[in-house]
């Protein structure tokens, strides 16, 4: 049978258990199957009310173990609400369910209807802080076996805001730099959970790894895992409400020598019962890393969570372009093969999932594309090309047109390049004349402190004469079979591109290509790889 909902670990730990009563059993026989399906319930273990109602999701789900028993059904969850009477008010508001007092009963009927029921719950007005009571869930159905939960309400609500980590600027590579960190509880209550501080950090910093509540880990960028870098630390102790604490030490890192801006998102959170922290894979071996009253005023507070600190260095990334062209099976088609190369020192990252740089691409007159090689997924040669709109706009790759933007999805490593591929077609018309393509700042707005904007423009033509033997000292694509002239040029290219800078602002605004990493996370989120034809 198919279910509606996702079995988490605990569930299907349970559900395993259930199949197996005990392991000495399991040894000497096969269980017997099923004869008919698990229920398991999904909910929060407790919640924190205040004044000022929050939704609440209950949700369950039936497994058979592959035994095929019959689909349950009347399936029916019940919320008894009677234990929290005094501390808190259950509103449920779902057409499937019925009222009795305090008790709630909601029945699907259908098999298509949802495994899950959404419901309100605030703090009674005359609730004293610290009051509890229980929330009991309950789940049964023909065909299906029973499941109880519960919920544990606790009226007040702890909340945890980070303080201003301030950027570091003109940083020294191979330096240690100092990241220390506030936390303030704006709640009207003590923190009661495990708090859990997390790092992720893009660009090149290399964390100590010295406490031992503390969890370390790398990215995995294919071109240059050391880009990436997260901490987690989990504490125990709690924060009373409107207590200013600080980190007993603040975290240290090592300026990589590849870093030019590092961006390092960071993040309080109350882990809920039961829930593991995660974190990277390598521990810390020194001392704990403990929460202290605060020692001074600090450089101000995030309005929530999270916030973000930059370390910035008077590194460069000297970016280029190249072009290679190369025709095609038929007359008149083309393979334009375009780089973005990164000559260094520095790497060059974006900052949440905005490219770092870009190549504006215009094709000579007569000319038109009519595809573009594109490769979803972190691991994708090819990048994608966008239709240029306007100097703020862009739109879909879509084929007849001369004026294209293709931007680096993530970054680009020192040393390394991204490959973009158009086809194109000439008519008739077209008498020789050159296209350009051009590497601009991108969305990011990283400074790149280019030091040769020579190198950063690219002239090319579709000129069958030369494709079987480039000119000697113009740009390459390694691997490319052939190629037409492509000599690079400083000068504006023609047809409406935009004037380069070398270290200016953003020239565009584009959207970067799906896989991309979400920079200020040490996570990267890999689409499904899929290849585009003509």
């Not at 037409?484 to 004037?499: D, V």
Request: charge should be negative; charged fraction near 15%; include cysteine.
């Amino acid at each position: 049978m198919t279910s509606h909902r996702t079995v988490s670990g605990a569930a299907l730990a349970a559900v395993v258990l259930a199949l197996a009563p005990g392991s000495a059993a399991l040894a000497a026989s096969p269980s017997p199957l099923p004869t008919q399906a698990y229920a398991t319930i999904e909910a929060d273990q407790q919640l924190n009310v205040g004044s000022t109602a929050q939704s609440v999701d209950v949700g369950w789900m039936f497994y058979d173990g592959g035994a095929n028993v019959p689909v349950p059904t009347n399936q029916t969850l019940v919320i008894d609400a009677r234990d929290v009477a005094g501390v808190a008010a259950v509103t449920v508001a779902d057409p499937r369910c019925t009222a009795d007092g305090q008790v709630f009963t909601c029945v699907n009927k259908a098999d298509s209807q949802r495994q899950s029921v959404d419901f309100t719950v605030r703090a009674d007005a005359g609730a004293a802080l610290g009051a509890t009571g229980t929330l009991k869930y309950t789940v049964s159905a023909e065909h299906g076996t029973g499941a109880t939960a519960q919920a544990k309400v606790v009226v007040g609500v702890p909340d945890l805001v980070v303080g201003k980590v301030p950027d570091v600027t003109h940083a020294k590579l191979g330096s240690r730099i100092e990241l220390p960190l506030q936390l303030r509880n704006t709640g009207d209550l003590a923190t009661d959970r495990r708090i859990m501080l997390r790092w992720e950090s893009v660009g090149g910093l290399v964390f100590d790894r010295k406490f031992a509540n503390c969890t370390y880990g790398v990215g995995d960028d294919p071109v240059e895992p050391g880009s990436q870098a997260s901490v987690t630390c989990v504490f125990t102790a709690p924060v009373a409400a409107g207590a200013t604490i600080e980190l007993s030490s603040p975290l240290t890192a090592t300026v990589g020598e590849h870093v030019l801006t590092a961006v390092t998102d960071y993040s309080a959170e109350l882990l809920k019962p039961g829930v593991q922290p995660g974190g990277g894979p390598y521990p810390g071996t020194g001392p704990e890393l403990t929460l202290v009253p605060a020692s001074g005023a600090g450089n101000g507070f995030e309005s929530g969570a999270t916030g973000r600190v930059s370390v910035s260095t008077d590194s460069s990334a000297d970016l280029a372009a190249t072009a290679t062209t190369e025709p095609g099976r038929k007359a008149g088609e083309w393979t334009l093969t375009l780089n973005a190369v990164n000559h260094g020192p520095a790497s060059a990252y974006g900052i949440d999932n905005k490219a770092v740089a870009q190549v504006d691409v215009v094709l000579p007159k007569g000319t038109v594309a009519t595809g573009n090689a594109f490769e979803e997924g972190e691991d994708g040669p090819y990048g994608e090309c966008l239709l240029w709109v306007s100097s703020t706009r862009t739109a879909p790759f879509a084929a007849g047109h001369r004026h294209y933007v293709c931007p680096v999805p993530h970054g680009i490593a020192a040393g390394k390049s991204q490959l973009f591929v158009l086809w194109v077609k000439t008519a008739k018309s077209y008498t020789g004349g050159k296209g350009t393509a051009t590497v601009l700042p991108g969305p990011a707005g990283i400074p790149l402190h280019d030091p040769d904007p020579a190198d950063d423009s690219v002239r090319f033509a579709f000129d069958s004469s030369s494709a079987s033997s480039p000119t000697s000292g113009t740009s390459s694509t390694p691997g490319a079979s052939g190629g037409a002239s492509a000599t690079p040029s400083a000068e504006a290219s023609s047809g409406g591109t935009l004037p380069h800078t070398g270290t200016g602002p953003m020239a565009l605004i584009a959207t970067a290509a799906a896989g991309a990493v979400v920079l200020g996370s040490a996570a990267l989120l890999v689409a499904r790889r899929r290849r585009r034809s003509r």
